[in-house]
């Protein structure tokens, strides 16, 4: 549950990784096949903002839904083959501390600001036995300082004195930390633990109605109908590519409809910029040519990874 007016973690956007890595997805490509599907992904897009664009018909029957909705996922599973979570961690208790920190900013500035106080506090035992002032000195930069201190020396408390410090693997372990509701515990489970889910974050949500997926707007109706859609398996990976797709290309105000390789699939095509040269302007991190949020990105990240804390840009 959200604390003293900080709402759930995960930020603008959620983030999701598997067992056994450190922030990166598995059943990824790496090296020279990794960097080959980066660039195909990138043509890709770049051919479909040359093709010319009718708007597509909203889906009429639950098969044409599920079809459209699959062949979109399919077409971001290309685009963005190296879709990750966004926030850097090495274990689960860093994602978990790193998506508490991540509510109402963005997962850069928690990137930004997570390796000082890992360093200081590396298990949940230093950071639950830490002096709070210090806590929210290095925190200080995600904004909220006071409450997510609360919140994370707290859930470290918790993982301590409960769970033999260790994040527990169970969704009713997890939504009773502090500060940890369903949104956080679902980006834990996906990334840390390899249990299939769905992150209905701003992006997520945003999206999945302009493809005409739902029409609900609560978080919990919407993982509900999206996850029905889709096998199991693909969820969380379902959930990073529109992440992914919603701050690079399908933004909240100005979606760069004439640069979207989802285009002729989609029932919004035309909300945006559909000028292709002026649509190219408004991509942003590593199709716009620019940092993504990252500091240690996966290998097989084609773009540049973020300035530390401080650094230009
Ligand atoms: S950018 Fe435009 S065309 Fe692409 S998914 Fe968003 S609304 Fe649809």
């Known amino acids: 549950m959200a604390k003293r007016g900080v709402s759930e973690g995960s930020g603008d956007g959620g983030v999701t990784v ?9 059943k990824k490509p790496s090296g020279a096949a990794a960097k080959e599907r980066s660039a195909k992904g990138a043509a890709a897009a770049e051919k479909a903002a040359a093709t010319p664009v009718k708007k597509a018909k909203p889906p009429q029957s639950r098969t ?8 979109i996922n399919r077409e971001l599973a290309e685009v963005y083959a190296y879709a990750h979570p966004e926030l850097d961690f090495e274990n689960p208790f860093q994602l978990l501390v790193a998506t508490v920190m991540s509510a109402q900013t963005t997962d850069l ?3 930004q600001t997570t390796p000082a106080l890992f360093a200081a506090y590396p298990t949940p035992e230093d950071l639950a036995a830490a002096n709070p002032e210090e806590v929210e000195e290095l925190i ?8 997510k201190t609360k919140s994370i020396m707290g859930l470290s408390a918790a993982l301590r ?11 009713e372990d997890l939504v009773k930390l502090p500060g940890v509701g369903r949104k956080t515990a679902f980006v834990v ?10 992150t209905v974050d701003t992006h997520f949500g945003r999206l999945v109605r302009r493809w005409k997926w739902t029409e609900q707007t609560d978080p919990d109706k919407v993982e509900a109908e999206v996850g029905a859609l889709f096998p199991k ?10 992440i992914f797709h ?31 040269e002026k649509a190219k302007k408004l991509l942003k991190y590593e199709m716009g040519g620019m940092p993504g949020q990252r500091l240690k990105p996966p290998p097989d990240y084609p773009g540049k990874p973020a300035p530390p804390l401080g650094a230009a840009g």
């Open 18 to 26: 598997p067992k056994g890595t450190s922030g990166t997805v598995s």
């Open 64 to 71: 044409a839904l599920v079809r459209q909705a699959r062949r």
């Open 109 to 111: 500035r928690v990137n």
């Open 161 to 171: 004195d409960e769970f033999g410090g260790e994040v527990p693997g169970r969704l």
């Open 189 to 198: 489970l996906g990334n840390a633990f390899g249990v299939p889910g769905i």
């Open 246 to 276: 919603g701050r690079r290309i399908c933004h909240s105000r100005k979606p760069a409809c004439g640069a979207c390789p989802i285009a002729p699939l989609c029932p919004s095509y035309g909300e945006g910029e559909t000028d292709p």
């Open 233 to 242: 398996s693909e969820w969380t990976m379902l959930s990073h590519r529109v």
């Open 140 to 147: 200080r930069p995600t904004g909220f300082f006071r409450a």
